[in-house]
């Protein structure tokens, strides 16, 4: 994203600011909206519009074509769904199409629309408050409460990935930001109790515990990878300050206005900073809808049984269909129970976050490296296809 490259390059060396500032320090490259209504904090003696001259205008003349091809064609097919969807007046595949679209959408809409409050609300942060709840980058205390966030966040796999681009943007860590987005997909409270519902308790809590063990581990290996030169470091992070979290919590929260007016306006800018994610989900709608248009699934089931073979089938289907949280949940309790494989089941869930295109082209776009985006299926598809084969072997 645009923004965050801004960021970066003329932000992500300033030197200890005072906390009062540094939202307005480290969000210099925000959109002139989001500065005008104290979105990224006050401008103390105008110091916001000196600290917007640093960075160079964006080329607004470029056009978004996977944005504005994708999107109408999802909200035609949502709306088509509506109007034609309980008659047989369409071709099946259109009608497949149509209710593809209607399914996604709303099962996304308010994850989406909840995770542009969260990022239009940490922006209004200062970093060093939330540098502090997820403490020290590179650290395996670090590791495990960006771990914990992913897991207590309510939000859709979609959702999250916003808020954790804006982590990155904040500071974290790219461990961190690793960890939060690798243990958060499912992780939900709405969606853990669907789970429970259909697998029980027991397996659903060491589907839980599985997923934070990963999420922990291949955030250390990636904060080891930036150590030693593998990876590159998060331009926007540094030594930042500690500070109290209460007192700058209530010192943050008066600087703002609260009201309904400037709410509007913190989740527009907030909605407008996540549009590169948002591009690349109404793409995975599409193209979900195109492979369950012309592809045939109903032999699907019979290749997933609990053996190495269904374990890769599985792996294979859930890299190639882009399924949201939502609509993951109840796959792979299909896959429990109806094929026996409860490694597949939790293969389904994990490695479907790992290996979604969508959140590979985010954490690209965002961090700017090919090579980070590309060692998250790496490290993560090894850990989530040994932990489902042993459930396999001692659930059969």
Not at 229 to 253: C, I, R, S, Y
Not at 280 to 287: D, I, K, N, S
Request: glycine share 10%.
């Amino acid at each position: 994203m645009s923004d965050i490259e801004k960021t970066s390059s003329c932000c992500g060396s300033e030197s200890k600011p005072a906390p009062q500032n540094v939202a307005a320090a480290s969000s210099c490259c925000g959109s002139s909206s989001n500065q005008s209504d104290g979105h990224a904090g006050h401008n103390h003696g105008g110091k916001g519009n000196e600290a917007d001259s640093c960075c160079p205008p964006s080329d607004k003349s470029s056009i978004d074509w996977i944005m504005w091809t994708c999107l109408p064609a999802v909200l035609l097919g949502y709306a088509g769904f509506l109007w034609f969807g309980h008659t047989e007046a369409l071709p099946e595949w259109l009608g497949t199409m149509f209710h593809t679209s209607y399914e996604m959408v709303n099962a996304m809409w308010w994850g989406v629309l909840s995770a542009a409050f969260f990022v239009g609300l940490l922006g209004r942060i200062p970093r060093e408050l939330v540098m502090s709840v997820l403490g020290k980058g590179g650290s395996k205390r670090g590791i495990f409460r960006a771990t914990m966030a992913g897991l207590m966040l309510d939000l859709c796999n979609h959702g999250i990935l916003m808020v954790g681009m804006k982590l990155y943007e904040r500071g974290a860590s790219i461990g961190q930001v690793i960890a939060f987005l690798v243990a958060s997909p499912w992780n939900s409270l709405t969606l853990t109790l669907i789970l429970v519902g259909l697998i029980g308790l027991k397996w659903t809590l060491l589907f839980i515990v599985a997923s934070m063990v990963i999420a922990w581990i291949s955030g250390w290996v990636f904060d080891r990878l930036v150590d030693r030169g593998t990876l590159p470091a998060n331009p926007n992070g540094g030594d930042f300050e500690q500070v109290a979290f209460m007192p700058t919590l209530k010192e943050t929260w008066a600087e703002h206005d609260w009201r309904p007016a400037s709410l509007l306006r913190m989740f527009w800018g907030g909605l407008k900073e996540s549009k590169m994610v948002l591009r690349w989900v109404v793409f995975g709608v599409v193209l979900v809808a195109l492979i369950r248009a012309f592809v045939p699934e109903d032999s699907f089931e019979l290749w997933f049984g609990a053996s190495i073979t269904g374990l890769l089938l599985t792996l294979l289907a859930t890299t190639l269909i882009e399924v949201c949280s939502e609509g993951s949940s109840p796959i792979a309790a299909d896959l429990f129970n109806r094929a026996g494989a409860p490694g597949n089941a939790f293969t389904f869930l994990m490695a479907g976050a790992a290996t979604d295109y969508t959140e590979i082209m985010a954490v690209k776009e965002t961090t700017k490296s090919w090579k980070i985006a590309l060692f998250l299926p790496l490290i993560t598809v090894p850990q989530v296809l040994m932990i489902g084969w042993i459930m396999n072997v001692t659930g059969a």
